[in-house]
């Protein structure tokens, strides 16, 4: 694009001090309220933003919590190894914001809103009724990043919603859940939201057809795509029925998988065996299936 022909926002570089996701970076999130129990089986709640998936293409996803390694729910996570990330609705942040204050140890900050704890399905903590969407999780890994921070990434034992959501399209699921998106703080004291409610869609196509002249260095060559292993009739079928954009990945992903393991080739049978390991089920690869599949 000709950088000439319209007028561009001057820039300015501000100050990066701790806090900096607060001070000026606007860093939309979800918001939830953790609940936990403490080792004298005592029930926490606390607020929390810092929440990301850790890791997707996998059988077993996992989460990722962070925070203050002194806050209750930090610590509860620490001693007994569960905990439940619910999300309330727009409509409740009030409630949740009561979760966010800093209660004495061994106080159940739910006891201070209108939310109901109803029992979870795999693990100890409470879950909480109004909140349409809930995760059950329990501690895969406990790291301390510093005097004051920590990270959790959490099993994802279970999913559990309110009943006929799952079940309707993401354009009707968003503005029924209305789930407070988390634009930040000022001064810690106050805290911003917008909600899921109006929301847009774009559909994502394949990309054009575009020249990309190849690169003539020796990094290139080091660096190009050779087929490393021999591929059965089998295999190279099941690879046919991979959706088109996920092909390449994925038998990148078989190759590497089946390299570490010593063998030589890629069969049918060991393509099946890795295929059911990662939970690369039909369902999953219909979900990636787009025109190109279908036209090919
Ligand atoms: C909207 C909101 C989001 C928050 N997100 C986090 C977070 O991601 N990490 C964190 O350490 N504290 C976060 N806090 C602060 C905690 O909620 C607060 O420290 C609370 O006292 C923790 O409760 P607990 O000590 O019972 O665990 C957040 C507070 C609010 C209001």
């Known amino acids: 694009m000709d950088a000439q022909a319209k007028t561009l926002p001057e820039k300015e570089e ?15 999130k979800l918001i939830t309220i953790v609940t936990t129990l403490d080792k004298h089986g005592r029930v926490n709640a606390g607020a929390f933003s ?34 439940v990330i619910n999300c309330p609705k727009y409509d409740t942040l009030e409630d949740m914001m009561e979760t966010g204050r800093f209660y004495p140890d061994g106080a159940n900050e739910l006891d201070y809103t209108g939310y109901t704890m109803i029992p979870s399905r795999k693990v100890k903590p409470p879950s909480i009724a109004e909140c349409p969407q809930i995760m059950e999780c329990t501690v895969d890994k406990f790291y301390e990043l510093d005097r004051t921070q920590a990270h959790v990434i959490g099993n994802i034992e279970a999913i559990v919603m309110d009943k006929g959501l799952a079940a309707l399209p993401r354009a009707e699921r968003l503005p029924a859940m209305n789930l407070p998106v988390g634009l930040g703080d000022e001064k ?40 490393a292993m021999e591929w059965d009739a089998q295999a190279l079928e099941m690879l046919d029925g991979v959706p088109k ?3 390449k990945m994925v038998r990148g992903q078989v190759e590497g998988a089946l390299l570490d393991r010593g063998e030589k080739a890629v069969t049918g049978a060991l393509f099946k065996g890795l295929a059911r390991e990662f939970g690369l089920s039909e369902e999953l690869l219909d979900r990636y299936r787009t025109d190109a599949d279908t036209t090919a």
Do not use: C
């Open 188 to 227: 810690r004291k106050d805290y911003f939201h917008t909600s899921t409610r109006d929301v847009v869609m774009h559909v994502l196509g394949d990309p054009p057809d575009v020249y990309v002249p190849p690169v003539e260095t020796e990094e290139a060559e080091e660096t190009a795509e050779v087929d």
């Open 245 to 247: 954009a996920l092909q």
């Open 50 to 83: 810092h929440i990301m998936q850790y890791d997707v293409m996998h059988k077993k996803p996992r989460i990722l919590l962070g925070g203050r390694n002194t806050a209750h729910t930090f610590i509860n996570m620490r001693d007994t190894g569960e905990f």
């Open 14 to 28: 501000v100050r990066i001090r701790p806090f900096w996701y607060s001070d000026y970076w606007i860093f939309p």
